[in-house]
């Protein structure tokens, strides 16, 4: 009799201590999952002017820096550098906005007249982003950017890609 | 299965037979509500840590940041707002559950010898825990937390011959600042938590060995079979409405984070409700008689209740000592505490005041969210410091805004500023009473000053016009600018205006329209709305205001920028 009603007393004293555990600790896991719920460092995907036409000479590719408003975790700040584009002007007004980041594990690539090759892994490219040679480490070709050419002055809408994947994924959802 | 995993354990380890040890204690009175106190205490010390540690993973302690992480922890962060406020109340808590354990234990007399080291220790593990919270209070570094550690740290400035060197210790140095934050935060998270584990290691030990106090009840045979397993549920389903009542007041209360500090602001700062009795006290010292309040009679009460072990050591007249001055001090501490709540609660300044500080924090918390400006890199909520550079310049005396007051409106009105609807009424009707019909820029035929309105151009073309001005300042709408109609208002433009608004910036008959409503435009009109590219002689109503520095002028071109988005305007 007696080591019944102890029983019952100490899994309910148990069943407490473990209501309270759960209760404390799930809250307390909140700031550990948060990176997988919420993005806390994201930036304006608006377009960006890249500049004047005359800036980019026909067949050598120039490096322009995208700057963004960037939020991280709390602070805003306004025109900072988010990543890099090559811009190569071809024959007949034609424009190529390529990532400097490397599709294979995200180092920036180098650039020449002949065109691009990464300094971390041996990838080389063409001067249209396309890979060169069967045994490159990249995934895929480099990462073209959506342009377009308004009033004599080229904009472009920058796109962070995931590096080291086959298909082309965003890096976030941009909102 | 667990059970089996216990077992396992414990014959290999000795774990769980030495907890088991650790929680038998003698209980000659039989078990009591009043011996779950204690328990309760350290339950809740376990929330304090473990939701502390989760916070520390957000918090950055630096006065650039400390805000805008307790921002983002409670805004943003999952369940952030449930960990801050269990946390925060959680402290509130500790502090309650603490003097209703002393109070038991002096109702008891159990501070009797042998036991003075088990209730010394217990005044000590009070007093960390008062430090514990007065320095995490801090932390936010909101207008509360500002104002009210300024409070304590100039009174430890007070304490005669040493106080300055305290107040410069407390503070890292001769102001508050970043080493301010990251001196109560070491304090808060790594020195008093350790303190706290090692006396409360002790105060436990110390209860292991003298056992639970006898009081007048005594347990029947059947209970003190069970005692041990009663006092257990006891124990933790005390903890459990602790922490029940926890998530209940965090639920219907909230947890408030108010305004960034600011220095220059008016702040009627209140203490933490357990020290209302000493904040009264202070009022009554003054001049050379304040350290009587501050120190001396805080002083005398504290070593009156850490010397009762040897004032009462179990006599008749030991025993009177201690119910009188006992009941001397909780009334005193009750009067006092009622006093204050009276005072504040009968003054309308206060309630102004507090009503005052309400606005500000919403505001200051809405405009942390915008996603254009937000919090800058050094901490300041760039929208709400615009709308403070409005108010302390008294823009509202003249220029119409909702929600604000107002003494003789005479300029143009800001509701829904640069809103499509705004630029809409403004084309149709410049001297519509919310435009410039109130000033010396409403249209004069003969002296041939102002501008007429546009009325008659008719939709879609006032649409298309509106959409072409509104593109000008290169900022966000909602919806977005429509290129297309944008372009068919520049042809309208170059037709109908062009004549009186330059579009490249020169000066023109009216103002230029070169990024018309952008953040250039409205910083040099600011500056000087009589200028010949702005509203010229006719605009000398407004004053010059080029004494604002470059960050306010910032910060108060941005919020007129964003006004468009808040709220809707009428014809």
Same mark, same amino acid.
């Given at each position: 009799m007696a080591n019944d009603r102890r029983g019952f007393l100490e899994a309910t004293a148990k069943l407490c201590g473990f209501t309270i555990t759960g209760a404390v600790t799930i809250p307390a896991l909140g700031p550990l999952i948060h990176p997988l719920l919420a993005d806390s460092v994201e930036f304006d995907a608006e377009e960006t002017a890249l500049?004047?036409?005359?800036r980019f000479p026909i067949g050598v590719p120039v490096k322009v820096p995208i700057t963004a408003n960037r939020r991280d975790g709390w602070t805003t700040t306004r025109g900072v550098p988010i990543g890099a584009v090559y811009v190569i002007r071809g024959d007949n007004e034609a424009y190529r906005v390529l990532s400097t980041t490397c599709p294979h594990l995200g180092c920036a690539v180098a650039a020449s007249n002949k065109g691009f090759n990464c300094p971390c892994h041996g990838a080389t490219f063409t001067l249209d982003g396309q890979r060169r040679g069967d045994d490159n480490p990249s995934p895929r070709n480099m990462d073209p950017m959506e342009h377009t050419v308004r009033d004599? !002055?080229?904009?472009?809408?920058? !796109?962070?890609?995931?590096?080291?994947?086959?298909?082309?994924?965003p890096v976030r959802s941009t909102g | 299965m667990i059970g089996r995993i216990v077992q396992w354990w414990d014959e290999r380890t000795g774990f769980f037979t030495w907890l088991r040890r650790q929680t038998d204690i003698d209980l000659p009175s039989g078990p009591s509500w009043g011996l779950a106190i204690g328990f309760a205490l350290i339950v809740t010390l376990m929330l304090e840590a473990v939701t502390g540690i989760a916070l520390s993973t957000a918090y950055a302690p630096s006065a650039t940041d400390a805000w805008g992480s307790v921002y983002f922890i409670q805004y943003q962060l999952t369940g952030g707002e449930l960990l801050r406020g269990l946390h925060h109340f959680g402290s509130h808590a500790l502090v309650l559950i603490c003097v209703l354990h002393l109070c038991r234990m002096v109702a008891v007399g159990a501070y009797r010898a042998p036991r003075?080291?088990?209730?010394?220790?217990?005044?000590?593990?009070?007093?960390?825990?008062?430090?514990?919270?007065?320095? $995490?209070?801090?932390?936010?570094?909101?207008?509360?937390? #500002?104002?009210?550690? @300024?409070?304590?740290?100039?009174?430890? $400035?007070?304490?005669?011959?040493?106080?300055?060197?305290?107040k410069t210790l407390t503070q890292g140095g001769s102001d508050f600042g970043t080493f301010t934050l990251t001196r109560f935060y070491g304090l808060h998270v790594g020195v008093l938590p350790l303190l706290i584990l090692l006396v409360a290691t002790g105060h436990w030990g110390l209860y292991r060995k003298h056992g639970a106090a006898p009081t007048a009840s005594t347990p029947t045979a059947a209970m003190s079979k069970l005692s041990g397993s009663m006092q257990q549920l006891l124990n933790w389903g005390l903890a459990l409405l602790v922490v029940a009542v926890l998530f209940a007041v965090v639920a219907v209360m909230g947890v408030t984070l108010e305004a960034p500090a600011d220095p220059s602001s008016q702040y009627e700062a209140r203490p933490e409700w357990y020290y209302l009795s000493l904040f009264h006290l202070l009022k009554w010292f003054e001049g050379p008689l304040y350290v009587v309040g501050t120190v001396i009679i805080p002083g005398v009460t504290i070593t009156f209740i850490a010397l009762l072990p040897w004032l009462d050591r179990g006599s008749v007249i030991g025993r009177r000592i201690t119910v009188i001055g006992g009941t001397a001090i909780l009334l005193a501490v009750v009067t006092l505490s009622g006093l204050a709540l009276a005072e504040d609660a009968n003054s309308e300044t206060y309630q102004t005041a507090s009503q005052t500080v309400a @606005?500000?924090?919403?505001?200051?918390?809405? #405009?942390?969210?915008?996603?254009?400006?937000?919090?800058?890199?050094? $901490?300041r909520v760039v929208l709400y410091e615009g709308k403070k550079v409005?108010?302390?310049?008294?823009?509202?005396?003249?220029?119409?805004?909702? $929600?604000?007051?107002?003494?003789?409106?005479?300029?143009?009105?800001l509701d829904g500023y640069l809103s499509r609807e705004w630029l809409h009424r403004l084309i149709k009707n410049p001297n519509h009473d919310k435009h410039f019909g109130l000033t010396k820029l409403k249209y004069d035929e003969e002296e041939g000053t102002g501008m007429e309105g546009y009325e008659s151009l008719g939709e879609p073309a006032l649409s298309e016009l509106v959409e072409y001005v509104a593109s000008l300042a290169g900022a966000r709408y909602e919806p977005p600018i429509d290129r297309e109609m944008a372009g068919r208002g520049a042809a309208l433009f170059d037709d109908e205006c062009s004549g009186c608004h330059d579009i490249e910036g020169d000066a023109s008959v009216g103002p230029h329209m070169q990024g018309y409503g952008g953040m250039a435009w409205l910083t040099e009109m600011i500056r000087d709305p009589t200028h010949e590219r702005y509203y010229g002689e006719l605009g000398d109503k407004m004053p010059k205001y080029n004494h604002l520095s470059g960050s306010d002028m910032q910060s108060l071109a941005a919020w007129l920028m964003q006004l468009r988005f808040e709220g809707r305007i009428s014809e």
């Open positions: 500049g004047p036409l005359e004599g !002055v080229l904009y472009c809408r920058f !796109v962070a890609y995931r590096p080291g994947e086959e298909k082309r994924l | 003075e080291v088990f209730w010394l220790s217990g005044l000590v593990l009070l007093a960390l825990i008062l430090a514990a919270a007065r320095t $995490g209070h801090l932390l936010p570094y909101d207008q509360k937390a #500002y104002w009210s550690t @300024r409070v304590p740290t100039n009174i430890a $400035g007070s304490v005669p011959l040493i106080g300055g060197m305290l @606005r500000n924090a919403a505001e200051a918390v809405r #405009y942390a969210g915008d996603t254009t400006w937000g919090i800058d890199v050094s $901490g409005f108010r302390r310049e008294q823009c509202a005396q003249c220029h119409d805004l909702r $929600g604000e007051e107002t003494k003789a409106v005479s300029a143009p009105s």
